[in-house]
């Protein structure tokens, strides 16, 4: 991980730092219920959630939220409920006008000029989102922010810019822009996790280094098909996969990429034909 942070001091933690004054937590209201977390194991925290006061205050039960925890917070030793669905912040600003910062950053600039949710309070889509900035957007992300403490592959990482940048207003949410580059990026990345966990499910993980960079090209060239055919959503490509690794030599027959290129049915549609042809149970015409 740290190789792929270039512009980010990177320090490995077997386990959680010490909580002091500077850290909050930042933890996803999508993933879990935030504020009872907080209210179980915190008597007199400080919480805010990201999307109060804003435009997007009509899903504020799926907000992220900012806390600041008690001295005597329990939430630091009670780590496992939360670290894969948050991050931990390091901040010297008072928690009014980081959450203004942060506020600013809840949805960013696509290169069409729309808007897209930045979902940087999950450990994943921070790191995506760190190793694909420049040194000067990494600054300008952080603002107030001196570090991030994210949880990955059991073991913790405080990630530092080199500099901090300027503390935005909750009204300037946009002014972040994420560039094509990026976006092309995070796509590989995506079509590479998709195919090793194809790999895993279909048995590649265990399997010598030659037959296993066999089989991942094997499956990528079936996922490229797949695409082709229009079972470009994740549950749709898994049930090709499936078919083709069952069927390898009746899955290319005239009868089945027939079956599989009727765009008049929908995705779902033609794969039950083809697994009704796969497996004999075809009706008659």
């Given at each position: 991980?740290?190789?792929?942070?270039?512009?980010?001091?990177?320090?490995?933690?077997?386990?959680?730092?010490?909580?002091?004054?500077?850290?909050?937590?930042?933890?996803?209201?999508?993933?879990?219920?935030?504020?009872?977390?907080?209210?179980?194991?915190?008597?007199?925290?400080?919480?805010?959630?990201?999307?109060?006061?804003?435009?997007?205050?009509?899903?504020?039960?799926?907000?992220?939220?900012?806390?600041?925890?008690?001295?005597?917070?329990?939430?630091?030793?009670?780590?496992?409920?939360?670290?894969?669905?948050?991050?931990?912040?390091?901040?010297?600003?008072?928690?009014?006008?980081?959450?203004?910062?942060?506020r600013s950053l809840i949805s960013a600039r696509l290169p069409?000029?729309?808007?897209?949710?930045?979902?940087?309070?999950?450990?994943?889509?921070?790191?995506?989102?760190?190793?694909?900035?420049?040194?000067?957007?990494?600054?300008?992300?952080?603002?107030?922010?001196?570090?991030?403490?994210?949880?990955?592959?059991?073991?913790?990482?405080?990630?530092?810019?080199?500099?901090?940048?300027?503390?935005?207003?909750?009204?300037?949410?946009?002014?972040?822009?994420?560039?094509?580059?990026?976006?092309?990026?995070?796509?590989?990345?995506?079509?590479?996790?998709?195919?090793?966990?194809?790999?895993?499910?279909?048995?590649?993980?265990?399997?010598?280094?030659?037959?296993?960079?066999?089989?991942?090209?094997?499956?990528?060239?079936?996922?490229?098909?797949?695409?082709?055919?229009?079972?470009?959503?994740?549950?749709?490509?898994?049930?090709?996969?499936?078919?083709?690794?069952?069927?390898?030599?009746?899955?290319?027959?005239?009868?089945?990429?027939?079956?599989?290129?009727?765009?008049?049915?929908?995705?779902?549609?033609?794969?039950?034909?083809?697994?009704?042809?796969?497996?004999?149970?075809?009706?008659?015409?």
């Amino acid at each position: 991980m740290p190789e792929q942070l270039s512009h980010l001091r990177c320090v490995r933690y077997g386990e959680l730092p010490a909580a002091d004054d500077g850290l909050y937590l930042l933890l996803d209201g999508a993933l879990l219920n935030a504020p009872r977390l907080v209210y179980e194991h915190d008597s007199n925290p400080q919480l805010e959630q990201l999307y109060r006061g804003t435009r997007h205050a009509s899903a504020l039960g799926v907000s992220p939220c900012l806390v600041k925890p008690s001295i005597d917070s329990q939430l630091w030793t009670e780590e496992h409920r939360w670290n894969t669905s948050g991050i931990v912040i390091r901040s010297e600003l008072p928690m009014a006008q980081l959450i203004d910062h942060l506020r600013s950053l809840i949805s960013a600039r696509l290169p069409s000029g729309q808007l897209a949710y930045l979902r940087y309070y999950s450990p994943e889509w921070l790191l995506r989102l760190l190793s694909s900035f420049t040194a000067t957007e990494v600054s300008a992300f952080a603002g107030p922010v001196s570090a991030w403490v994210v949880f990955r592959e059991n073991e913790w990482f405080e990630l530092a810019p080199d500099c901090t940048g300027d503390c935005r207003s909750a009204s300037e949410e946009g002014w972040f822009t994420i560039r094509s580059a990026q976006l092309e990026q995070w796509e590989q990345e995506q079509r590479e996790q998709f195919l090793e966990r194809m790999a895993d499910h279909f048995g590649g993980a265990s399997i010598d280094e030659q037959e296993g960079l066999q089989r991942r090209e094997w499956l990528s060239q079936l996922i490229m098909r797949a695409n082709e055919y229009g079972f470009d959503r994740e549950h749709l490509c898994i049930h090709y996969l499936e078919l083709a690794w069952a069927f390898p030599d009746q899955i290319s027959s005239a009868s089945i990429i027939s079956s599989l290129t009727d765009r008049t049915q929908a995705g779902a549609a033609r794969l039950r034909r083809v697994e009704e042809q796969l497996f004999g149970l075809a009706r008659e015409a």
